[in-house]
């Protein structure tokens, strides 16, 4: 709900690209520089404490979007107040840095090992979930409601977020730091990716696919200039890849993959790219949904292979750390692939970046497909 009300408010308050990217540039700086010591945080916290605590901490940035909405027209300076936008948007990145890997990391404690990789896919679904009704209910209310409003309401979502985290019991901390300084810890970490080539590559093909092929951060221009449809077009473009991520996962959690995972996740890739030049192209509403749902069908291939490759392959005990060079990977394709696209879409005009960025995904994917012989391999 929180990216479809700041994507909208910012593009109509500043008209702007450019901001469009400056948006995921924002979030993704205090989350790349965080990430590392805040693995070491995980690893060595209560886990559920952990995550009620970030979550408290993201109400107050809600609340100041929302008090911000609200009494940004008093400053009667846009520069300013998109200033002030990006910065709490930067603080949900902080927080992002230490919530990510706390979610991955407490799952393995609530989840029997045997039942993991099914947990794992099952929280994939629950996460979809909201993802895709989220977009759906901001973009439709949104033409009814002040924006201030709509943040009022996310508010209260993310506060019964935190009472069912509260019902969860306490668990053990797994990994005890003692008196070993925080960069040795991190270097365990980097060096158990780096090792495990598998998870490296998956990795890599995620963080390199996104960053070209990701075309959310310029759905706002699609669907008011190019489209030219409302608030609730775009919302529903918004959640149409995640409905697509939610049904792929759905039937593979029930057929799971028997063979040929790496050929299967580097072919996804591809037709993600290719499904993202067709939504460029696209000048129907209607066929630009479908392009984006079946970008999200195989992207929830990719999302189950890499979750379970996370979850077979890494000890409890570096589940924080190893998930925060991870979350780095995830940071650098989404919300650097964001910048990304604000700015080739200023350079280059709006459709030719999506489509350049989609024919790059096809081609590293092929590249991998052609170099990788590991992950092109790759079974478990």
Known sequence: MVSVLLGWHLYELTGSKFILGLLGLSEVIPAILLALPAG??????????????????YLLVIAGLGLLS?????LHNVHLLTAMFLLLVAATGAIRA???????????????????????????????????????????????????????????VLLMSIISFMQITDKP???????SRTWDSVREGLDFVWKTKD??????????????????????VFAKDILAA????????????????????????????????????????IGFGICIIVFALSKSVLLSFFALFISGLFDG??????STIFQILVPDDKRGRVSSVNSIFINSSNELGQ?????????????????FGGIMTVCIASFVWIKNKQLRNLEY
């Open 339 to 355: 910048f990304e696209s604000g700015l080739a879409a200023t350079v280059m005009g709006t459709i030719p970046s999506v489509v």
């Open 173 to 179: 901390v797994t990994f005890i730091k003692g008196n």
């Open 98 to 156: 230490f919530l990510g890997p706390a979610y991955v990391a407490i799952l393995a404690q609530i989840v029997k090992s045997e039942e993991l990789v099914k947990g794992a896919s099952m929280n994939s679904m629950t996460f979809l979930t909201g993802a895709i009704i989220g977009p759906v209910i901001a973009g439709f209310i949104v033409n009814y409601l002040e924006v201030w409003q709509v943040f009022v309401l996310t508010f209260g």
């Open 230 to 269: 409302g608030p609730q077009a775009f919302g529903i473009l918004m959640s149409a890849t995640y409905l697509g991520n939610f049904l792929s996962i759905l039937f593979l959690t029930i057929y799971p993959l028997r063979t040929n995972h790496g050929r299967k996740l580097i072919i996804s890739v």
């Open 301 to 306: 291939v990719s999302v189950i292979i890499r």
């Open 70 to 74: 609200f009494y940004g027209g008093l």
């Open 40 to 57: 070491v945080r995980v690893d060595s916290s209560a886990k559920k404490t952990l995550i009620i605590r970030t979550l408290s901490l």
């Open 199 to 220: 998870l490296l590559g998956a990795m890599s093909l995620d963080m390199f696919a996104i960053l070209f092929g990701g075309a959310v951060a310029m759905l706002p």
